[in-house]
């Protein structure tokens, strides 16, 4: 059984996790919830390249158009999104071939966004989540990506393995429409 | 790393010592490339000395802009010059807020105020 470690980001305050492979780190899209009528769920799939960005994030603020968002809660899943992505595709697969996959699902009030790639994992998700913390700096990265993620999401939940990939989870309440 | 259907990313204009840079595209890793190698062409040649970046056509920045703001920043700063910006609608004044970019980019409401700012060396 392979392990992964994890980190779970909820209102400032960051818990680490360790975890088996059988706990689900690469389960199938709709396993959690086998699809049921309460729970809405799609998932695309797009290769790791830059141009796919502004698509995975237009997806998912349409995707939660359904919820009635505020422009700004909007633009919060926008940036999230365009970090998770951007992450698997610079770190996640170096700018290299690769496949990302993006999960979104809706419960009542709440959207949840799963970014998934398979390459090189994170050694140590704390310290990358660091504001200011990069690994590539020659590529002029800031080092915000998880710091932004954190900031407009409710939650963030990362699970990695080295060698074997990474998966950011996001959750964001959105208020009622009036 | 060219664009396939040519779709012009950003605009670079030299308005005397004043390099205007203006994305005409989303700010993000992928639009960040083509700012970079467009903005740095006259950057490196030496020809400007302060920067003014211009986001009143777009409506989306993340990480990635921060990084070019910043890279840019470095580039010009060693030389005494400045950068500040102007355009900036409600998605990126949250980027730029929560990011700490305004303690060195300093944001003016039009293109006219930050260019008068940044020749009388008041940026």
């Known amino acids: 059984m392979e392990q992964f470690q994890g980190v779970i980001s909820r209102a400032g305050e960051r818990q680490v996790f360790m975890g088996e492979e059988s706990m689900g780190i690469w389960e199938e899209p709709g396993a959690e919830s086998g699809c049921k009528l309460e729970r809405n769920e799609v998932a695309i799939e797009f290769c790791a390249q830059s141009r796919n960005e502004s698509f995975a994030r237009m997806v998912a603020a349409a995707y939660t158009a359904q919820l009635n968002p505020t422009m700004e809660e909007i633009s919060d899943i926008k940036t999230a999104v365009s970090e998770a992505v951007t992450n698997a595709v610079i770190h996640g697969y170096s700018g290299g071939d690769g496949i990302i996959r993006m999960r979104l699902a809706l419960s009542e009030n709440e959207v949840q966004i799963e970014v998934t790639d398979h390459g090189v994992g994170i050694e140590n998700i704390l310290i990358a989540m660091e504001p200011m913390y990069t690994t590539r700096p020659d590529m002029e990265r800031s080092g915000m990506g998880f710091a932004f993620m954190e900031a407009f999401m409710d939650e963030l939940e990362v699970r990695s393995a080295l060698g074997r990939g990474t998966i950011v989870r996001m959750k964001k309440k959105i208020a009622p429409g009036v | ?123």
């Open chain 2, 1 to 123: 790393m060219e664009e396939k259907n040519g779709k012009e990313q950003v605009i670079c204009e030299k308005d005397g010592q004043v390099l205007i840079i203006i994305p005409t595209s989303d700010l993000d890793h992928h639009c960040a490339t083509f700012v970079r190698k467009k903005a740095d062409e006259t950057i490196d040649r030496g020809e400007v000395a302060h920067l003014l970046f211009d986001f009143s056509k777009i409506r989306f920045m993340d990480s990635s802009g921060i990084g070019v703001i910043m890279g840019r920043y470095k580039k010009v700063i060693f030389q005494g010059g400045k950068i500040a910006c102007c355009g900036v609608g409600k998605e990126v004044d949250r980027i730029l807020t929560v990011s700490g970019l305004y303690r060195i980019m300093p944001c003016y409401p039009g293109r006219k105020e930050a260019l008068h700012a940044l020749k009388e060396g008041k940026a």
